[in-house]
């Protein structure tokens, strides 16, 4: 059972446009929802994060879009540019009741920004 | 301060062979989780270290897995008997928080098992 959906699995986008992924969720358990990007053969790095009582949070040029009621979440990328190419996993997390708040990652959606 | 480091980056073994991979977390994060990621897929959480205290493996798919980090600090993951579909990489990832909700992750180990 996929926890996290993300889609869409890759995204072309001309530079100075926006990308947006698309994550929804099944358990409403879950109470944070990070969003991570990852260069080939790096680990990945945290971009943006946001918790449910939150409708949309900003940092620089990525917002994270939340929908409790629908549970579904979002990224949006402004101004995209060649250097944001890479993959990019929503996740999800809560505690496991084993004391750690392991995250259910999506599948990733791989973007390119072309000039 | 440095990040997440892991050794070997990358690692071959043959099929049936014993490997350990090394995690050396940020310094001063006492948590610490080891992940599985397939070729074109997001990391699967395998397992969670408190300190030295592993309190969570429920991610470890079979006990060929098996993961230690006895001084609370460096995390070794140890897979026995090497099969061709553990061939993944595997990440670590340590948070300064308890239960470790913001976590960092190390670049990760290639393994090809042939």
């Known amino acids: 059972q996929q926890q996290v959906k993300q889609s869409p699995q890759s995204l072309i986008v001309q530079k100075g446009g926006i990308s947006i992924i698309n994550c929804a969720y099944e358990n409403t358990a879950f109470d944070y929802f990070p969003w991570y990007q990852q260069f080939p053969g790096k680990g990945p790095a945290l971009l943006i994060a946001i918790r449910p009582d939150v409708s949309e949070k900003k940092e620089g040029r990525f917002t994270i879009s939340f929908n409790k009621s629908a549970k579904q979440f979002s990224l949006h990328i402004m101004d995209s540019q060649p250097g944001d190419s890479a993959t990019y996993f929503c996740?999800?997390?809560?505690?496991?009741?084993?004391?750690?708040?392991?995250?259910?990652f999506g599948k990733g959606t791989k973007l390119s920004v072309i000039p | 301060g440095a990040g997440v480091s892991q050794s070997p980056r990358y690692k071959v073994a043959k099929r049936g062979q014993d490997v350990a991979l090394r995690c050396d977390p940020i310094?001063?994060?006492?948590?610490l989780f080891w992940y599985q990621q397939a070729l074109g897929q997001g990391p699967e959480f395998l397992t969670y270290f408190q300190n030295e205290a592993q309190l969570d493996k429920s991610g470890l798919p079979s006990d060929r897995f098996f993961a230690e980090r006895p001084e609370g600090s460096v995390s070794t993951l140890k897979i026995q008997r090497t099969q061709q579909e553990d061939s993944a990489v595997y990440l670590c990832?340590?948070?300064?928080?308890?239960?470790?909700?913001?976590?960092?992750f190390g670049p990760g180990t290639r393994l090809l098992v042939l």
């Open positions: 996740a999800a997390t809560l505690n496991s009741g084993a004391g750690s708040y392991q995250l259910t």
């Open positions: 310094s001063g994060h006492v948590s």
């Open positions: 990832a340590s948070s300064m928080m308890l239960g470790g909700e913001t976590q960092y």
